[in-house]
Nanobody, 128 residues
Framework: QVQLVESGGELVQPGGSLRLSCAAS????????IGWYRQAPGKEREGVSC????????YYKESVKGRFTISRDNAKNTVYLQLDSLKPDDTAVYYC?????????????????????WGQGTQVTVSS
């Protein structure tokens, strides 16, 4: 089955850290640019970060620059998002998806329909 499965989210105190995982099955992640998104309650889903397929360069939304780090392990067919110095505003459900392109300057391109639907995501809650 072709799918992406997110994991690693949990309740964490402000200033804490988490590592989210995006594991692919049924296809190879190293053939695609991958984006991480998040959706907070009552808000639209937004692109947070992406990693390019060819050279591994990355993009970060301004509000997470210096705190989040995206990486990929092709041998494990997994993309990670390291979240450090977490803030309450980071509370959201986090999703990953294949994207048509990832620009260091301008961010995530449109989603690429390798998988037919969004996964369940992983809940990150930042609260004291």
């Amino acid at each position: 089955q072709v799918q992406l499965v997110e994991s690693g989210g949990e309740l964490v105190q402000p200033g804490g850290s988490l590592r989210l995982s995006c594991a692919a099955s049924g296809f190879s992640l190293d053939n695609y640019a991958i984006g991480w998104y998040r959706q907070a309650p009552g808000k639209e889903r937004e692109g947070v970060s992406c990693i390019r397929r060819d050279d591994g360069r990355t993009y970060y939304k301004e509000s997470v620059k210096g705190r989040f780090t995206i990486s990929r392990d092709n041998a494990k067919n997994t993309v990670y998002l390291q979240l450090d110095s977490l803030k309450p505003d980071d509370t959201a459900v986090y999703y990953c998806m294949t994207v048509q392109w990832c620009s260091v300057a301008s961010g995530l391109g449109p989603t690429l329909g390798v998988v037919s639907s969004w996964g369940q995501g992983t809940q990150v809650t930042v609260s004291s």
